[in-house]
């Protein structure tokens, strides 16, 4: 009889066991989060028409992009995964995302309906993460990460002042981050609804009901 592959944990999954917050990963989550306004200075420059600001604007938004991922390998290979990383990271990628957005909307290079689906997507995961922390903690899934990283590709490319296959390319990467983002988004509300029922409180909760 044949069995599939073996399933290996993520580590991001599992409750953390008494892991500083003090840690390289989460100086690396703080340090995207303090960028998300540099970053956001250098692309609205000069109403962004300033091709020196553009091409700034583009190394700092991909040092953040970059730090995203070696914070998550670090965090991991290193067994310095807590709670603080697992709910500020998704923060941090959302906040880089959304300046990004916003500010390629208000430079005329992204339709303001895109900006606003997207965006409303991330708060509203953001705020169903805190509605369900209480059962438990939502670690970014691995389509969420493939989401962040179709959206930070095309970003990255829109913030580049690029024309012709480039900027078309930029528009097929941005349209699959918008399909991939709202079909993670409808997933996360289906774990947060599996945890809510699953979690130790609900299970305690129930125990005690039926004590009564």
């Known amino acids: 009889?044949?069995?599939g592959p073996a399933v290996t944990p993520d580590p991001a999954a599992e409750p953390s066991s008494g892991v500083s917050n003090w840690n390289i990963a989460n100086y690396l989550t703080?340090?995207?989060i303090a960028l998300v306004p540099v970053f956001g200075w250098l692309l609205l420059a000069d109403g962004g028409d300033s091709t020196g600001m553009r091409v700034a604007a583009f190394v700092v938004f991909t040092?953040?992009?970059?730090?995203?991922?070696i914070d998550g390998d670090l965090a991991r290979s290193r067994g310095l995964v807590t709670d603080f990383g697992k709910v500020?990271?998704?923060i941090a990628d959302k906040a880089l995302i959304g300046m990004a957005l916003i500010g390629l909307s208000l430079i005329d290079e992204v339709p303001w309906w895109i900006t606003?689906?997207?965006?409303?997507?991330e708060l509203g995961i953001t705020a169903l993460r805190f509605a369900v922390i209480?059962?438990?903690v939502m670690p970014?899934?691995?389509g969420g990460k493939l989401k962040t990283a179709l959206q930070a590709f095309a970003i990255g490319l829109f913030v580049l002042p690029l024309d012709g296959v480039l900027h078309w390319l930029a528009w097929a990467i941005l349209v699959a981050a918008l399909v991939v983002t709202v079909v993670?988004?409808?997933d996360y509300v289906l774990r947060a609804v599996r945890l809510r029922r699953t979690s130790e409180r609900t299970a305690a909760r129930r125990a005690r009901r039926q004590g009564t």
Not at 63 to 69: E, F, V, Y
């Open 88 to 90: 500020v990271d998704p």
């Open 63 to 69: 040092i953040a992009s970059i730090t995203d991922r």
């Open 30 to 32: 703080v340090l995207r």
């Open 184 to 186: 993670t988004g409808v």
């Open 1 to 3: 009889m044949t069995h």
């Open 116 to 121: 606003v689906v997207i965006l409303v997507r």
């Open 140 to 142: 970014a899934s691995r």
């Open 134 to 136: 209480r059962h438990g």
